[in-house]
């Protein structure tokens, strides 16, 4: 890897931010909305009994509305980090927190994925491994993570919001590293 290690960060598009601070906008505003009128139209009695329902649902409506653009905005303060070492491992790290990290050499293909509003990297790894992946966190589920990019995106491992330009250095890196190894193979092998 060129003697030195190559650090991808997740970049969230601004369209994507319009969009789901929008959709935001209007669960947020029906939570509001359900506040007021049952405020100013309902009676004090049928407020004893409907009042915390209603409360709670509106609650829920304006936090369904707005997590998922609180949840982007704290990507783009601590983007998720992809890194490749000089030692062929690539590592994934989610808010400053190292979760696994494994040998490029366990990559069989990879690819930049589109779709709808969601994009990242594909990563589908060789059956079986060659090596084992280092999970690094205590906390993470590798299985879970796993399952979810197979049910999600058809492949091993999804990374999401690393962009196009992010994935074209990923794999010239990804390449280089693979020719690297197989040059070394090859010269052991004579």
């Known amino acids: 890897m060129n003697g030195n290690e190559l650090t991808l960060r997740s970049s969230i598009r601004s369209s994507l931010m319009t969009f789901i601070l929008f959709k935001g906008t209007i669960f947020a505003s029906l939570g509001g909305i359900l506040w007021m009128a049952s405020g100013a139209f309902l009676p004090p009695h049928q407020l004893k009994i409907w009042g915390l329902p209603l409360f709670l649902i509106g609650l829920a409506l304006i936090t369904y509305g707005w997590l998922p653009y609180k949840r982007l905005r704290s990507l783009e303060v ?17 808010m400053g927190k190292p979760l696994f990290s494994l040998p490029c050499d366990d990559i069989a293909h990879h690819a930049f994925v589109e779709k709808k509003r969601l994009y990242g990297i594909a990563i589908w790894l060789k059956d079986p491994l060659p090596k084992k992946i280092i999970i690094r966190s205590p906390n993470f589920d590798f299985d879970s993570f796993r399952t979810t990019s197979l049910k999600r995106q058809s492949c091993d491992l999804f990374l999401p919001y690393f962009s196009k330009h992010a994935y074209q250095q990923f794999e010239s890196e990804i390449s280089g590293t693979q020719e690297f190894r197989s040059q070394n193979s090859e010269e052991s092998s004579q």
């Open 78 to 94: 601590k983007p998720y980090l992809l890194t490749l070492d000089e030692n062929h491992l690539m590592h994934f790290s989610a």
